[in-house]
């Protein structure tokens, strides 16, 4: 079958080759993909593995073949999942019933795929934090997956929200997703005239985190998922399915409370240059390609 492998020396380090078809363990639900996201954590994997190495987590389908063991969505049904072996963009994925959750008629497959890694990692980093009703929080990286996810779930769990941005001409964007106010600074400087923030959800790291931490209100938190601005990070993945997140997730984009941001939506076929582009930042919100 076919698959998104990395491919050293190709634009974004990826393409799509041939790979053996997967076999499912009991606990496993097999998918028909129909589409997936891009995460910068997969692309930078992509730029280290070797030659014919599957990549990705986040994917949507159709389950092809349900789990033996009797858990989780019949066939045919809808879903969204994490691939924990990081072999979700492909033809054919199998993936464990815990990490999978049916899609909403409401829901498209398109939006469904933004959730898994950006929509978990904001509502659990969020969910590390204590006391955000009528808080003041901030968020770098707004104008990414997981920022823009964070900064619409720390509004809806009553927080006073602060996106900070590198340049000007996101503003509009920003302010669209809800967020009290933006903030403009490249390095993180310039906040000493604001109040101190009782959480920072923070995915750039860098020398502009350690700015942002003297802005931190007593017994605040500050919750880094990210380090964009350094060489590499590491994301504990399977400890994002340690609860019902993704049906949370699901739920609130089917009544609305909830939005994602699709910039680039195509074929799979553009991987390299969806890559490249997503490490580039040339683009606001998630990247989805489709099957």
Known sequence: MKSVIATPGALGSLTVGEVPEPTPDSNEALIKVTCFSLNRG??????????????????????????????????GARVVGLSLKMRGWAERVAIPTTALAPIPDTVSDADAATLP??????????????????SRVLVTGATGGVGYFACQLAKAMGAHVSALARREDRSAFLTDAGVDEVIVSPDGGGLDRYPPFRAIIDGVGGPALGRLIQR??????????????????????????????????????????????????????????????????????KAVLRL
């Open 42 to 75: 997969e692309v930078r994997r992509a730029e280290q593995a070797a030659a014919g190495t599957q990549i990705g987590w986040d994917t949507v389908g159709v389950i092809e073949k349900p789990a033996r063991d009797g858990t989780g969505p019949a066939g």
């Open 117 to 134: 890694v950006a929509g978990l990692t904001a509502l659990y980093g969020l969910e590390r934090c204590e006391r955000l009703l009528g």
């Open 216 to 285: 931190l209100d007593v017994g605040g938190r500050v919750i880094i998922y990210g380090v964009s601005a350094g060489p590499e990070t590491t994301l504990a993945i399977r400890d994002l399915f340690a609860s019902d997140g993704l049906s949370r997730l699901m739920a609130l984009l089917a009544d609305g409370r909830l939005k994602t941001h699709i910039d680039i939506d195509d074929s799979w076929e553009a991987i390299g240059p969806t890559a490249a582009k997503l490490i580039d930042r040339t683009f606001t919100g």
